[in-house]
Nanobody, 122 residues
């Protein structure tokens, strides 16, 4: 089992930046591939980005590529999502997720955090 706690959300103006963090506890953090998802108003939860156990491989959805950067610090048991050039349509709840295997073609995750709210004003 792994427990995930997101932080770093908030209210920001369009064009601004945020860095979301997800702290993991429980089993060895390096055993998990990590991902970020979001649920924007009126839509289902969607994949944003993920990163392999070592951090060597990353993947992004087309809508955020170039603006979002996922990274991890295995010494701190934390995964980050740097969000730049924020747009109002980025508003939503951002979730951290973990799984014990990494696949660039799969978006199935086993463990989820509670989410952190990001609100972008125009």
């Amino acid at each position: 089992q792994v427990q995930l706690v997101e932080s770093g959300g908030g209210l920001v103006q369009a064009g601004g930046s945020l860095r979301l963090s997800c702290a993991a506890s429980g089993r060895t953090f390096i055993s998990y591939a990590m991902g970020w998802f979001r649920q924007t108003p009126g839509k289902e939860r969607e994949f944003v980005a993920d990163i392999s156990m070592s951090g060597a491989r990353t993947a992004y959805s087309g809508s955020v590529k170039g603006r979002f950067t996922i990274s991890r610090d295995n010494a701190k048991n934390t995964v980050y999502l740097q969000i730049n050039s924020l747009k109002p349509e980025d508003t939503g709840v951002y979730y951290c997720a973990a799984r014990t295997s990494y696949s660039p073609t799969s978006r199935q995750y086993d463990y989820w955090g509670q989410g952190t709210q990001v609100t972008v004003s125009s």
